[in-house]
C-alpha cells in the first residue's frame, strides 16, 4: 500500500489523516481516536510487547516511535509521535506515512512548546555552540541586558556581556567543558541594564542531532541572579566574623585564624598569642562616656596595631580585651611585640580635648608549649594577663604553668566571696586603742573576719583585695559599716565609752555615694552623735586628692574622726598632709617594730610624730607588742597605743569580757 492509500485508511476511520493516539501502563492495547474524549470514534490497536514497551520509553520530550500494526487485517505502518502524558499515561498523534507534513507538525508542536519554555522560563538561558557563539538567548536574558536575540544570535557570548577577566577564565573553562562533556556550576558577573550583575549559571552539555555542517554540540546555560542573596550572605559572614565598633576581626574570627595556624603549622613552629586587656578603661568609660570609650577603644586598636609585625593579626574580643595572633616568631619576638605595645600605651591618647592615658596588661601563651588546643592556648594567655595585671598593670608575663593555681585561686574567692555576703558569712572583731597616757579604752578598731565554710577562719589580707578588684567591696564595706554602727549603738546604750573605727579602702570612696552609705548606717543604728570613724590609707588620698579631701570633710561634718592608717607606707608626704583635714594619724608598724634596730630608725620615727604634732593630729601607733615599744611611743609622746601587747582583735562578747577584766584589775592596781 503507498504512503496515500494509508493515509486514505485513516481518514476514512477517523476524518483525519493525523488522529490522537494513547497507550496506558494497565494495557498494550493502542487506543486511536480523532478527538480527545469518550464521544470520539475510537479504535483500539494490539501492540506487541515489545513495541508497547518501545512507546513507554518515550518521556517528556516530544518524540517518535515506528510500529508495524494490523488494521482491519491489513498491515498499517504507523509514525506515532508523542510524550510521556502522567504517570501511567502516553500520548500524541499518529499518521500512517513517513516524512509526511503531519508528522512535521506534531513535531513542530513539540519543539514550540519546549522553545516557549525556553522563553519564558525564569532564568536566564543562553544556548552556546562550542566556539562561545550564541544560538538562544531567552527573553529574560533579553530584558536583563536590553538586547534582542536576533540581534546577537552568533556573536560571542563572552564579547557581549562579561567582564575581561570572567572572558578568560570563561573561555578557559568552556572549553574544558567541552572537552569533557560535564556539567557544572559556575558564578559570573554580568553585565546588565541594571549595572553588574552576580549570576550561578548551571551549565549542561548538550549534543543535538545536527546533520553534516551542523554545530551539534551546545552549552546550555541557565542563570539566576544571586546578587542580593550574595549581598545578605557577605553582610552576614562579615557581621559574624567583625568587631563592629573597631572593624577587626571578632572573637570567631580570630578562634578560626588560631585553629587553623595550629593545624597549619609545620612541625617545629608555634603559634603565639597575645592576650591583652586595658587597665583602667572602665574607670575612663565612667568618666567620660560611652561614645569617648568607644573612640578611645578605636584609638587604641589602631595603635596595637601599628606595633604588630607583618602577618600578625589583631582582634577585639569585646570590652576592652584584645588577642594578637603571631604565627611565626620566637618568644622572643613576642615579648618584643608585647613590649612596644607596653611603650606606646604609655603615652596618652588624645580623643578630642581630652587626654588620657590607658596601661595595659599582656598575656602570652605558645603553641604548643603552653596550651595543645586553641581553647587551652588562648586560656593560658589569659591567665597570664591575668597574673600581669595582679602584679602591678602596665606589663606582661609568659604563661607559667603555676600561674594556674593563683588563678584558681581567683575563682575560688570570685565564686565564694559573693556566696560568704549573701549567706552572712562575715563577722566584725574589735581591737581596742587606749590612751597611752593613762591606760583607758578609747574605743576599738572593727577588723572583718570571713568565715568561710570552707576554710574555716580567713583574715582580710587574703580576701580584701580581691573584694576591692572584683567590686564586692561596695557590698562588704556597707555590711561592714551598719553592723559596726549597730555594734557601737549597742555598746553606748550598755553605759561604755567607746569609739569604733572601720576600714575604708581607696576603691570605696571612688563611689561618691559611700557618704550617703555612712549616714544610713548611723541611721540605722540610731547611733546620735557619731561614734563610728574612719580610718582610710594613703592610697585613697594619691588617686584624686580634691576628691578625697571633698569626702573627708563631709564624714567629719557627719561627726566622724578621720585616721590616716598605716601613715609612712604610701606615697603621702609630710607637706602633703598639711593640705588634709585628718583628726589622726596612725603609725604603721613597720615603724613600730623598725625602732629596736637602730637609732637612725628611731630618730625618723621621732620626727615623724612631732611633725604630725605640730600639724595638730593625734598619733596612734599600732601594732605595739612589747613593753620596750610602748615605753618609747611614751616617751616620744604619742596619744594611742594598739597591739598585741594589750589584745588581739576579738568578736564584741570578747572584747567586753577585756574591759570587765580590765577594770577589775585597774580596780584593784
Ligand atoms: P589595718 O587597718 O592596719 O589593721 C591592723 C592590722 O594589724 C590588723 O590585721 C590587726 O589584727 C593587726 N595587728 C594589730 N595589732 C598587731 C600587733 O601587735 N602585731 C601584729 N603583727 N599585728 C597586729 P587584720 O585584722 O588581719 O587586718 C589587716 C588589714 O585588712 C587591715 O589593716 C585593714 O587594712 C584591712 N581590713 C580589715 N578589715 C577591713 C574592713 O572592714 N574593710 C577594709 N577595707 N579593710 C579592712
Ligand atoms: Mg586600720
Ligand atoms: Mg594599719
Request: a negative charge.
Amino acid at each position: 500500500m503507498s504512503d496515500e492509500l494509508h493515509d486514505q485508511v485513516l481518514y476514512a476511520r477517523f476524518g483525519t489523516s493525523s488522529p490522537f493516539w494513547r497507550l496506558s501502563a494497565a494495557s498494550d492495547t493502542l487506543e486511536l481516536a480523532s478527538a480527545y474524549g469518550r464521544a470520539a470514534p475510537s479504535l483500539a490497536i494490539p501492540l506487541s510487547s515489545s513495541q508497547a514497551a518501545e512507546v513507554r520509553s518515550l518521556g517528556g520530550v516530544t518524540s517518535h516511535v515506528v510500529a508495524d500494526v494490523q488494521l482491519d487485517g491489513a498491515p498499517l505502518r504507523l509514525h506515532l509521535v508523542g510524550k510521556k502524558l502522567n504517570g501511567h499515561r502516553w500520548g500524541g498523534s499518529a499518521s500512517a506515512h513517513a516524512d509526511s507534513e503531519s508528522v512535521a507538525r506534531a513535531l513542530l508542536h513539540g519543539l514550540s512548546f519546549a522553545e516557549q519554555v525556553v522563553s519564558e522560563v525564569n532564568s536566564v538561558v543562553v544556548i552556546v555552540d562550542r566556539r562561545g557563539r550564541i544560538q538562544r538567548f531567552n527573553r529574560l536574558a533579553e530584558e536583563l541586558t536590553g538586547l534582542r536575540e536576533e540581534d546577537i544570535i552568533g556573536r560571542r557570548v563572552s564579547t557581549l556581556f562579561m567582564s575581561s577577566d570572567g572572558d578568560a577564565v570563561s573561555n578557559r573553562v568552556s572549553a574544558t567543558f567541552f572537552n569533557r562533556g560535564e556539567p557544572y556550576e559556575i558564578e559570573r558577573r554580568i553585565k546588565t541594564v541594571q549595572g553588574e550583575r552576580l549570576f550561578l549559571f548551571r551549565n549542561r552539555f548538550v549534543r543535538s542531532g545536527g546533520g553534516i555542517g551542523v554545530e551539534d554540540q551546545f552549552l546550555i546555560c541557565s542563570g539566576t541572579d544571586i546578587t542580593e542573596q550574595r549581598l545578605a550572605q557577605d553582610r552576614l559572614i562579615e557581621q559574624a566574623t567583625t568587631d563592629p565598633l573597631t572593624g577587626l576581626a571578632n572573637r570567631n574570627a580570630i578562634q578560626q585564624r588560631i585553629q587553623i595556624a595550629i593545624e597549619q603549622a609545620a612541625p617545629g613552629e608555634t603559634v603565639g598569642v597575645l592576650f591583652l586587656d586595658l587597665d583602667n578603661f572602665k574607670k575612663v568609660n565612667d568618666h567620660y562616656g560611652h561614645v569617648f570609650g568607644d573612640r578611645l577603644i578605636c584609638d587604641v586598636s589602631d595603635a596595637i596595631r601599628n606595633c604588630l609585625n607583618p602577618g600578625d593579626s589583631l582582634a577585639r574580643l569585646g570590652g576592652d580585651e584584645f588577642i594578637v595572633l603571631a604565627t611565626k616568631g620566637s618568644a622572643h619576638q613576642l615579648e618584643n611585640t608585647a613590649q612596644r605595645i607596653l611603650d606606646r600605651m604609655r603615652m596618652p591618647f588624645a580623643v578630642g580635648l581630652v587626654e588620657v592615658y590607658t596601661g595595659c596588661s599582656i598575656g602570652i601563651a605558645r603553641w604548643p608549649e603552653h596550651g595543645d588546643s586553641l581553647e587551652s592556648l588562648i586560656r593560658s594567655a589569659d591567665t597570664a594577663m591575668y597574673v600581669a595585671k595582679d602584679e602591678g598593670k602596665r606589663t606582661h608575663r609568659v604563661f607559667s604553668p603555676d600561674m594556674n593555681r593563683r588563678v584558681a585561686e581567683f575563682m575560688w574567692l570570685d565564686t565564694n566571696l559573693r556566696r560568704g555576703l549573701e549567706e552572712g558569712q562575715f563577722a566584725l572583731h574589735y581591737q581596742p586603742k587606749l590612751h597611752l597616757a593613762t591606760g583607758a579604752v578609747q574605743g576599738a578598731e572593727a577588723l572583718v573576719r570571713w568565715n568561710s565554710p570552707e576554710r574555716g577562719q580567713i583574715m582580710p589580707a587574703e580576701f580584701i583585695r580581691y573584694a576591692e578588684e572584683s567590686g564586692l567591696i561596695g557590698v562588704l564595706g556597707r555590711w561592714v559599716m551598719e553592723n559596726a554602727a549597730k555594734q557601737a549603738a549597742r555598746w553606748k546604750a550598755a553605759g561604755y565609752d567607746l569609739r569604733v573605727a572601720i576600714n575604708l579602702s581607696a576603691r570605696q570612696l571612688t563611689d561618691t555615694a559611700v557618704v550617703r552609705h555612712f549616714t544610713e548606717a548611723l541611721q540605722h543604728a540610731g547611733l546620735d552623735p557619731c561614734l563610728v570613724d574612719l580610718e582610710l590609707t594613703e592610697s585613697c588620698l594619691i588617686e584624686n586628692e580634691a576628691a578625697a579631701i571633698e569626702l573627708i570633710k563631709q564624714f567629719r561634718r557627719l561627726g566622724a574622726q578621720v585616721h590616716l592608717d598605716d601613715f609612712g607606707t604610701g606615697y603621702s608626704s609630710l607637706s602633703q598632709l598639711g593640705r588634709i583635714p585628718l583628726d589622726v594619724i596612725k603609725l604603721d608598724r613597720s615603724f613600730v617594730r623598725s625602732i629596736q634596730a637602730d637609732t637612725k630608725a628611731q630618730a625618723l620615727v621621732r620626727s615623724m610624730v612631732a611633725v604630725a604634732q605640730e600639724l595638730d593630729f593625734q598619733v596612734v601607733a599600732e601594732g605595739i607588742e612589747t613593753e620596750a615599744e610602748e615605753a618609747f611611743m611614751k616617751g616620744i609622746g604619742v596619744d594611742y597605743v594598739q597591739g598585741f601587747l594589750y589584745a588581739r582583735p576579738m568578736p564584741a562578747i570578747e572584747f567586753e569580757r577585756w574591759l570587765l577584766d580590765r577594770r577589775k584589775l585597774r580596780l584593784i592596781a
